[in-house]
């Protein structure tokens, strides 16, 4: 996929790198093309990737990686023109602000950054995602030997897949554990993690009592595992699927009743 990457610092690297690494087309849309840092990031990617200036790398792409700092997007947003008429963008930002107790959200109360997002580059189909993991972890998304599941949000549902696939490359062993074991469990799963009111009727009755087994895979836990690393692997996964960093209700109640399962053996 051709792939333009808005900003090429923490998490653009990050990102970049590893899009880069499966094979997709990476071009970085910077300021500065030819500075120092631009290039030495190109040379660690093994000149798997190239830089431009942001309205360059958007109208060469289909999926256009917006990870400038807040107060710079609409900016970079509006430098792009009509580049990205009809492109997918993923928007990692987080409107960040520095207040009198320090880092604080500058909007987010009442409208999303999303949204305001979505209103700069109309013409284009705007998904929230990656944004509530620091950038260490887009580039190795793995938590004591667990990988972590990443959120996408956006209203094109025609599109979404696609997203899904390319966020799903960051961490495909994780993605793929969970949808399997979803699907098993719960095949009509896609439509209940749409929105916690489907989350509320997926009941545990509708779905049937979770096995060990099942509960070993969902907390990435070999069988046998101890009740203090089956606390750290709950810990580690709550704090990726937690409705409160941004994570369905759905799959948080799934890893919670995972935890119950193996505690309750442990206690028999
Ligand atoms: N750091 C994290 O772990 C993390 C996690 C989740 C989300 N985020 C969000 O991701 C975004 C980027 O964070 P970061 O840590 O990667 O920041 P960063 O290291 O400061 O990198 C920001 C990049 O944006 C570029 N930039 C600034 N203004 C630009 C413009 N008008 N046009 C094009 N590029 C421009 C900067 O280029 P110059 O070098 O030319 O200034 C720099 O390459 C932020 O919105 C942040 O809230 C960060």
Known sequence: MKL?????????????ANWAQKGHDVFFGVRDPKAEKTQALLRAIGGKARAGSAAEAAASADVIVLSTPWPATEA??????????????????NPLTRGPD??????????SAGEKVQGWAAGASVFKTLNTTGFGNMANPVFNGVKSVMF?????????????D???????????????YLDRREPRWREHAQGDAGARQASSATRGKMTEEEAYQILGLQPGAGAQEIGRAHRSLMKKL??????STYLAARVNEAKEVLLRTHRN
């Not at 333009?4 to 970049?16: E, F, R």
């Open 166 to 180: 390319l966020i799903g490359e960051l961490d495909n062993d994780s993605r793929q554990l969970l949808m399997a």
């Open 242 to 247: 937690h409705p409160d960093q941004g994570g």
């Open 76 to 93: 970079a947003i509006r430098s792009m023109g009509d580049n990205i008429k009809g492109k997918i963008i993923l928007d990692a930002v």
């Open 4 to 16: 333009a990457i808005i900003g090429a610092g923490n998490v653009g690297g990050a990102l970049g």
């Open 102 to 111: 320090g880092i604080a959200l500058e909007i987010g109360h009442s409208i």
């Open 152 to 164: 996408v949000a956006g209203d094109d549902a025609t599109n979404k897949p696609k997203v899904i």
